[in-house]
Nanobody
Framework: QVQLVESGGGLVQAGGSLRLSCAAS????????MGWFRQAPGNGREFVAA????????LYGDFVKGRFTISRDNAKNTAYLQVKSLKPEDTAVYYC?????????????????WGQGTQVTVSS
């Protein structure tokens, strides 16, 4: 069973950038598909990005439009989400998630393991 810990969130001005990290432990990291989701107050959990076991395939939410990049380093047991050109509407708690073989990559229901989340706040 894998444990996930996110870091790297914070307060940033509109147009700024952050790199979110998701450190995994307790499992074989390379055997998990990794995803990032976000949740703003009053909203459901929204798909942001996903990356395959070896990192050769990536998938993004429609709203991303080239602003975010998901990556992973299996040697470091860590997944990343580089976010740039941030907008106030990107304000949310960002969660990383893992699953050995997600049925639907864009669905939060497909991921069994979750981190506690990291807050990203974008000021205008």
């Amino acid at each position: 069973q894998v444990q996930l810990v996110e870091s790297g969130g914070g307060l940033v001005q509109a147009g700024g950038s952050l790199r979110l990290s998701c450190a995994a432990s307790g499992g074989s990291f390379s055997s998990y598909y990794m995803g990032w989701f976000r949740q703003a107050p009053g909203n459901g959990r929204e798909f942001v990005a996903a990356i395959s076991w070896g990192g050769d395939r990536t998938l993004y939410g429609d709203f991303v439009k080239g602003r975010f990049t998901i990556s992973r380093d299996n040697a470091k047991n860590t997944a990343y989400l580089q976010v740039k050109s941030l907008k106030p509407e990107d304000t949310a708690v960002y969660y990383c998630a893992a699953d050995r073989d997600p049925v639907l990559y864009r669905s939060s229901l497909s991921y069994h393991y979750w981190g506690q989340g990291t807050q990203v706040t974008v000021s205008s």
